[in-house]
């Protein structure tokens, strides 16, 4: 990163190459069309202090070790995402160790609790990093977020400035403002996007319904799911009640990330295109929005969690460098 950058919006340094200016070429070809980078896991289950359990993937140790890099996933995603597999792959030919905690449910396995996972869920991932402290303590960690996994990023990063023992942090693509988010998602053509995410979501509920009582924890039965047809409708009947919020609106309002940028203590950087498919402008921050230690690079194109470069033969995601290069610089200025 250049110098005297954080506490400001700048403009990235990735430029959209002709063939991929539009935001739904950059959102949906490194999902389906990019060849994946090849990469061992080794899969570890971490038990939750309220008896549930979580799967974390480990990447390949490096021969020689920068540090560690946690990874957290975006909605429905799993350490196989296109966009998961191939930037853990990246760090670890960077120097790095890597490891992705799945959130419940989203490791291929239902989770033992009726409890799931939202934008705003903290308590796991600081469950884990609590436990990487003990186990790694003079191991260098850092912090990456995607999309969903972003914001929980930023969120727990301005609620616990100080307590959560990482180097540096990087969200990218996320939904600073889940309401204005909902809102897109139900808009034009990322009503297609929505319709993918949602079919995955309720798949996942109905499985976990056919195996725990969900009637002391939601008023909806199983065989009213599919009715649902956007993300606030999923948010009022199932992730509301679910984990202790009022409404959907309810839930928007105390998880957005946006809010806890000012109390941000560690590096950390926010990537973000302005043409996202899944949000609006309104979710882009200002200087004024961010604490010293928040760096916010926005490019013209990108569109969600894409990035693509090169040419169609080719092409390579200009992230993978730019995320390696930071968390390289923050650990080397320790």
């Not at 200016?21 to 896991?41: C, D, G, M, W, Y």
Request: glycine share 6%; hydrophobic share 35%; aromatic share 10%.
């Amino acid at each position: 990163m250049q110098k005297n950058t954080m506490g400001r919006v700048i403009t990235s340094s990735f430029q959209a190459p002709k063939w991929a200016k539009n935001r739904h070429v950059q959102t949906i070809f490194p999902r389906f069309f990019q060849k994946r980078k090849a990469l061992s896991i080794k899969w570890e289950k971490l038990s939750l202090p309220d008896g549930d359990f979580t799967d974390l993937a480990w990447g390949p140790i490096p021969a020689e070790s920068k540090g560690l890099v946690i990874l957290f996933h975006g909605l429905e995603g799993c350490v196989r995402s296109h966009y998961a597999n191939d930037l853990m792959a990246s760090l670890t030919e960077n120097g790095w160790q890597t490891v992705m905690m799945h959130f419940r449910g989203c490791s291929g396995k239902p989770n033992a609790t009726t409890r799931a996972y939202h934008s705003g869920d903290t308590a796991d991932a600081l469950y884990f990093l609590a436990k990487l402290q003990q186990d790694y303590p003079s191991t260098p960690k850092c912090a990456v977020g995607v999309s969903l996994g972003g914001n929980m990023l930023l969120k727990l990063l301005g609620e616990t400035p100080y307590e959560h023992g990482l180097k540096a942090a990087i969200a990218i693509s996320s939904p600073l403002k889940l309401d204005e988010c909902s809102m897109t998602m139900n808009q034009g053509f990322s009503k297609v996007y929505q319709k993918h995410l949602l079919k995955n979501m309720k798949r996942n509920l109905k499985k976990k319904m056919a195996i725990l009582d969900y009637s002391n924890a939601i008023a909806l039965r199983a065989n009213e799911v599919d009715s649902i047809t956007n993300f606030k409708a999923f948010d009022d009947a199932i992730t509301a009640p679910l984990h202790g919020f009022d409404s959907a609106d309810d839930y928007y309002q105390k998880c957005s990330g946006f809010q806890f940028l000012k109390t941000i203590q560690c590096p950390t950087l926010i990537l973000h295109a302005k043409d996202d498919p899944f949000m609006n402008e309104k979710v882009i921050p200002k200087n004024e929005d961010l604490s010293d230690h928040v760096s916010v690079e926005l490019s013209e194109n990108g569109g969600h969690v894409g990035f693509l470069q090169g040419t169609p033969w080719r092409p390579s995601i200009w992230l993978h460098q730019r995320v390696a290069q930071f968390f390289t610089q923050q650990v080397i200025k320790e």
